[in-house]
């Protein structure tokens, strides 16, 4: 089993940046697929980015395509979101995953989940 943390959310203004970060505290990480999901107010949690177990391939919903960057450390457990240009639209609750198997890309069960960080972007 994984244990995800999430940090480095918070409010911003618009066009700014923030890098989140997930780190696991357990189980086996390097393997795994990473995703950062969002849940805005009223709506469906979306999948934001994705990277494979080695960090060598990496997928991006168009709403941020060219704006987010997702990496990730194995040596250190952890699994980054840098966000840029942000806007109003990307206020949300992030939310990192792993998933269920390995070396599968894409994903083929997010599994584990942590519990999320709220990004507020103000206008």
């Known amino acids: 089993q994984v244990q995800l943390v999430e940090s480095g959310g918070g409010l911003v203004q618009a066009g700014g940046s923030l890098k989140l970060s997930c780190a696991a505290s357990?189980?086996?990480?390097?393997?795994?697929?990473m995703g950062w999901f969002r849940q805005a107010p009223g709506k469906e949690r979306e999948l934001v980015a994705a990277?494979?177990?080695?960090?060598?391939?990496?997928d991006y919903s168009d709403s941020v395509t060219g704006r987010f960057t997702i990496s990730r450390d194995n040596a250190k457990m952890t699994v980054y979101l840098q966000m840029n240009i942000l806007k109003p639209a990307d206020t949300a609750v992030y939310y990192c995953?792993?998933?269920?198997?390995?070396?599968?890309?894409?994903?083929?069960?997010?599994?584990?989940w942590g519990q999320g960080t709220q990004v507020t972007v103000s206008s």
């Open positions: 990277i494979n177990w080695s960090g060598g391939s990496t």
């Open positions: 357990r189980g086996t990480f390097s393997g795994r697929a």
């Open positions: 995953a792993a998933d269920s198997g390995f070396f599968s890309f894409p994903p083929k069960n997010y599994a584990y």
